[in-house]
């Protein structure tokens, strides 16, 4: 079983808070133009899923790491396939 870690971002616009969603290259071999959340595998270098998810949203997003506040960690989901 493979593992991945995935971040449900949530930014603050105008005083409400938004789920921010991210839309897959249309040119990628798995899942191309797909709605999702920043997520990929848990490298070997990663301490745990958090640090994967932080990784990979900075890199997908754009963003640093200082700006990533984890509120809470989701539950554990486990899939046969891709998920």
Not at 18 to 28: D, G, M, W
Not at 75 to 81: E, I, K
Request: net charge negative; glycine share 4%; charged share 35%.
């Amino acid at each position: 079983m493979k593992k991945s870690a995935f971040m449900l971002p949530l930014i603050q616009e105008d005083g409400e808070t938004h789920v921010l969603f991210e839309v897959r290259a249309k040119t990628l071999r798995i899942q191309p133009g797909e709605i999702c959340f920043p997520d990929g595998r848990v490298d070997e270098e990663d301490r745990n899923e958090e640090e994967t998810a932080i990784r990979e949203t900075c890199e997908e997003l754009g963003v640093k790491k200082t700006d990533v506040e984890i509120a809470a960690p989701l539950d554990v989901l486990v899939c046969r396939t891709s998920c």
